[in-house]
């Protein structure tokens, strides 16, 4: 079946390093992608998103690549801050999400 | 303008007793999702409802599990015969259109912690 696999955490990083949360997918057909992020103690929110292969998802400075011949949808940005500490979740589908297990990330200052 | 309400926030019942989830979802979004977040097993889809279609029932994980949307809005997940394993938090989401090859952003809603004692 369709599933989602993403880098497993914690991670912890210091403000203003490069941040890279891999994401692979397997899948029937080629999914929508998403990335989704659950501040502390908020709901679970969209981040970015890409409908077909080479689209570029981005938001708030991250962003993600579809990649079909990797089948992977990495999550970076240039320069983290405290504010992105979160649980980070990689996603598939289009109504049936599929998720993976989430990267809980931590930016010390 | 208003997002996904879920109530209660907290839920604490007894093994074997019934509860009842709420979902308000955001207002004129046809499509309506119900996931669950746990430890052990992560997020996971449970329903989906789409406008007047029978919803996809396909996550459900036994029979104890039902869901219904009122008048295409409002739902409710109920959960019979509560055991342990059914702690988690239940995620409600809703979106614009849903419905075959439409990609659409799914708003979360807070959920609601179940504690099954």
Do not use: I, M, P, W
């Given at each position: 079946g369709n599933s989602v696999t993403q880098m497993e955490g914690p991670v912890t990083l210091s403000e203003e390093a490069f941040l890279t949360i891999?994401?692979?997918?397997?899948?029937t057909g080629y999914p929508s992608l998403f990335w989704y992020v659950q501040y502390p103690g908020e709901g679970l929110q969209l981040l970015l998103k890409a409908t077909k292969a080479?689209?570029?998802?981005?938001?708030?400075?991250?962003?993600?690549?579809?990649?079909?011949?990797?089948?992977?949808?990495?999550?970076?940005?240039?320069?983290?801050?405290v504010s992105d500490s979160a649980v980070y979740f990689c996603a598939q589908g289009a109504q049936k999400l599929v998720f993976g297990q989430g990267t809980r990330l931590t930016i010390n200052p | 303008g208003a997002g996904v309400s879920q109530s209660p926030s907290n839920k604490v019942t007894e093994?074997?007793?019934d509860v009842e989830l709420r979902c308000d979802p955001i207002s004129g979004h046809t499509a309506l999702y119900w996931y669950r977040q746990s430890l052990g097993q992560g997020l996971e889809f449970l329903i989906y409802f789409q406008g007047n279609s029978a919803p996809d029932k396909s996550g459900l994980p036994s029979d104890r599990f039902s869901a219904e949307r009122t008048g295409g809005s409002v739902s409710t997940l109920t959960i019979q015969r509560t055991q342990q394993e059914d702690s988690a938090v239940y995620l409600c989401a809703s979106s614009p259109q849903g419905g075959p090859g439409i990609t659409d952003t799914q708003y979360f809603g807070p959920?609601?912690?179940?504690?099954v004692l």
């Open positions: 891999n994401c692979t997918y397997t899948a080479d689209d570029k998802g981005s938001n708030k400075g991250f962003e993600a690549t579809y990649r079909k011949e990797t089948t992977s949808f990495h999550l970076e940005k240039g320069s983290v801050q | 093994k074997g007793k959920g609601t912690r179940l504690t």
